[in-house]
């Protein structure tokens, strides 16, 4: 089965804080991709990336930048963590290049910013 | 824009069926998925549907019309653990996905 592990569950972190979220898929996965999910919203995508130390923009890549150093790892920075990023983070993995297959996801990372 | 629409909760009785609707407006159209995300959990993938008509697997179905740009999840036999919400998702033809906001499923025994 594909796992793909996110770092922390639960955070919480101050205003102004840099904040790392990792990410970690073990079925050499190509793509993977950083979502935040929000009450009432659609998901939404921050970055994604096709390729070790490739990275694209997504919708909403504002306040956030990624690091794919190895396949199997895609990394989400919060320079300067601020309220509105209080959300929940799913970072998911899909095999093939280009095109988007079914997503594998990981448990997700709730983060409040007080 | 790009949106995709489905009803944001729905109840039902365990033992019976349910059809959760989305319907979409997107530039172009690769295909739709439907997820299953439990309460504090990663979504899972249910159904993939790129052809119009229907695709079962079990208890859930899956049907789309591509020039009605609708689909909806039918769910039988309904049990306690399908209580969970149900996204949708559309691949325009950039394939870039586009997410509804869900749809909170409630099974009442």
């Known amino acids: 089965d594909v796992k793909v592990t996110q770092s922390s569950r639960y955070l919480v972190k101050r205003t102004g804080e840099k904040v790392f979220l990792e990410c970690v898929q073990d079925?050499?996965?190509?793509?993977m991709f950083w979502y935040r999910q929000d009450p009432g919203l659609g998901l939404r995508l921050i970055y994604f990336?096709?390729?070790?130390?490739?990275?694209e923009k997504g919708d909403i890549p504002e306040g956030y930048s990624v690091s794919r150093e190895k396949k199997e790892r895609f990394s989400l920075i919060l320079e300067s963590a601020s309220t509105n990023q209080t959300s929940m983070y799913l970072c998911?993995?899909?095999?093939?290049?280009?095109?988007?297959?079914?997503?594998?996801f990981g448990e997700g990372s709730r983060l409040t910013v007080l | 824009g790009q949106n995709i629409d489905q009803p944001t909760e729905m109840t039902a009785t365990e033992g019976a069926i349910v059809q959760i609707n989305c319907t979409y407006q997107?530039?172009?159209?690769?295909?739709l998925f439907w997820y299953q995300q439990h309460a504090g959990e990663a979504p899972t993938f249910l159904s993939y549907?790129?052809l119009d008509g229907l695709e079962e697997k079990g208890r859930f179905s899956s049907f789309l019309s591509r020039s009605k740009g609708y689909s909806y999840l039918l769910l039988k036999e309904l049990q306690m653990k399908d209580s969970a919400s149900y996204l949708c998702?559309?691949?325009?033809?950039?394939?870039?996905?586009?997410w509804g906001a869900g749809t909170k499923l409630i099974i009442k025994p």
């Open positions: 998911a993995s899909t095999l093939g290049s280009g095109e988007v297959g079914e997503l594998f």
């Open positions: 079925m050499d996965h190509e793509n």
């Open positions: 990336s096709y390729d070790v130390k490739m990275k």
């Open positions: 997107t530039s172009g159209f690769n295909g």
């Open positions: 549907n790129v």
């Open positions: 998702a559309v691949k325009n033809s950039n394939y870039q996905l586009i």
